[in-house]
């Protein structure tokens, strides 16, 4: 069973604070991926990489980074946090082009 | 561009009431459709794939190339369908997934 885990369920911070979302899959799947996922407005991909040190430009990239050092582990970085960033956050990993399996989320507060 | 729209925020039906849940869709191509579902306290997860042909949970979708929909639909609703349903489209790289708003289904009894 595909198992993602992400480091926090909820987390608050402050307005300028920079912040780690971390997430870890364990299924060694090649492809991982940040959304956003907002009321009225769906999932909203950030950022998505293919392999270890790639990443690639989702629809929403503005405010946000990411790191891939190891297969398993992708993270999302806000760099400066605001609070227009206060929203759930879900990463995904896929093995190809096959379904995506989600982490539980991370509720992220800016105040 | 790709686009998924899904028209109804909410949709309440009461039990043993028949479901449909519409999603359209905006591709060139030959699309991948998909529908996901996250139940209350629960993660999201894949519900069904166009690709698959098959029924899960009582549910059913059809790609409709003509009208470019992949609406879901269930005969008899039960209370445990009560969830967030994303409809989601993939392009020709197979990877990348573009989402619906989401629909609410609440299934009252």
């Known amino acids: 069973d595909v198992k993602v885990t992400q480091s926090s369920r909820y987390l608050v911070k402050r307005t300028g604070e920079k912040v780690f979302l971390e997430c870890v899959q364990d299924?060694?799947?090649?492809?991982m991926f940040w959304y956003r996922q907002d009321p009225g407005l769906g999932l909203r991909l950030i950022y998505f990489?293919?392999?270890?040190?790639?990443?690639e430009k989702g629809d929403i990239p503005e405010g946000y980074s990411v790191s891939r050092e190891k297969k398993e582990r992708f993270s999302l970085i806000l760099e400066s946090a605001s609070t227009n960033q206060t929203s759930m956050y879900l990463c995904?990993?896929?093995?190809?082009?096959?379904?995506?399996?989600f982490g539980p989320g991370t509720r992220l507060t800016v105040t | 561009a790709q686009r998924v729209t899904q028209p109804e925020k909410l949709l309440s039906v009461f039990k043993g009431a028949p479901v449909e849940l519409k999603c359209n869709y905006s591709?060139?191509?030959?699309?991948?459709l998909f529908w996901y579902v996250q139940y209350s306290r629960q993660r999201l997860q894949l519900l069904l794939r166009?690709?698959s042909r098959e029924s899960i949970k009582g549910f059913t979708a059809d790609l409709n190339k003509g009208e470019t929909s992949f609406h879901l639909k269930k005969p008899f609703a039960q209370e445990e369908d009560s969830a967030m349903f994303y409809c989601?489209?993939?392009?020709?790289?197979?990877?990348?997934?573009?989402f619906g708003a989401g629909t609410i289904l609440r299934v009252k009894s």
């Open positions: 299924m060694d799947h090649e492809n």
């Open positions: 990489s293919y392999d270890v040190k790639m990443k």
């Open positions: 591709y060139s191509g030959s699309p991948e």
């Open positions: 989601a489209l993939s392009g020709q790289d197979g990877n990348k997934l573009v």
């Open positions: 995904a990993s896929q093995f190809g082009g096959r379904q995506q399996y």
């Open positions: 166009h690709i």
